[in-house]
């Protein structure tokens, strides 16, 4: 069966420092991949979601970038925080091609910039 | 784009009664529409979805509505437990080979003993 991991699972930064999530998928092949941030208390906002290694397309202008070297594993990273950053950060998969609407969430990184 | 509006914000039910959620979209193209639920600190769970092929989809104590001409759909939970205590989250997307779901905003839904 599917597995999706993150971390780590919280995170205290300062503001100004660098950022890198990390999130994994196991037991699927070509994933379609997404990063969420959930503000407190708020909905999901889509932040970068990408088909293919090396494919990523940004939803959101943001100081946030994403990355994908490798086929299941998906990369949140910022050269700088700011206060404004902090939230719930949620990375999901999907089946690739036209399966891929059924979304499956990990458990979410904690950032909070101090 | 798409928005997804979600009603009530909170909701209040005692242990046993029924709890419905309201949602509505914007975008006549979309024809899935998931529902999430999330407990504390925790990422969203899928709990059921409807295409819009159908009007109605049922699954032991949960069921969703759709009305297409309307544009909204509702999640219905009946005989209720402790257990459903928790956010659920309604969302939209248009069927394709990289789905983008828009969520609506999310009901914080608890359970009286």
């Known amino acids: 069966s599917q597995t999706i991991h993150q971390w780590p699972a919280t995170l205290v930064q300062p503001v100004g420092s660098p950022l890198s999530l990390e999130c994994t998928v196991e037991?699927?092949?070509?994933?379609?991949l997404y990063w969420y941030r959930q503000a407190a208390g708020r909905g999901l906002q889509l932040l970068f979601y990408?088909?293919?290694?090396?494919?990523i397309s940004s939803e959101v202008p943001q100081n946030l970038s994403a990355s994908r070297p490798q086929d299941r594993q998906f990369i949140l990273s910022s050269k700088k925080l700011l206060l404004s950053d902090s939230g719930f950060y949620l990375c999901?998969?999907?089946?690739?091609?036209?399966?891929?609407?059924?979304?499956?969430f990990g458990p979410g990184t904690r950032l909070t910039v101090t | 784009g798409e928005n997804v509006e979600q009603h009530p914000s909170t909701l209040s039910v005692q242990e046993g009664d029924s709890a419905v959620i309201k949602c509505t979209y914007s975008?006549?193209?979309?024809?899935?529409f998931p529902w999430y639920k999330q407990e504390l600190g925790k990422g969203p769970q899928l709990i059921i979805d409807?295409?819009?092929?159908?009007g109605e989809k049922k699954d032991q104590r949960i069921a969703v509505t759709l009305n297409k001409t309307a544009k909204h759909f509702s999640l219905h939970i009946t005989e209720t437990q402790p257990e459903d205590s928790a956010v659920y989250f309604c969302?939209?997307?248009?069927?394709?080979?990289?789905?983008?779901?828009?969520f609506g905003s999310g009901t914080r839904l608890s359970i009286r003993p």
């Open positions: 409807i295409r819009s092929n159908v």
């Open positions: 999901a998969w999907s089946e690739p091609g036209l399966a891929g609407n059924e979304q499956y």
């Open positions: 037991g699927t092949s070509n994933p379609n």
């Open positions: 990408s088909v293919g290694i090396g494919q």
């Open positions: 975008d006549s193209a979309s024809n899935y």
């Open positions: 969302a939209a997307s248009i069927y394709s080979s990289a789905s983008k779901i828009i």
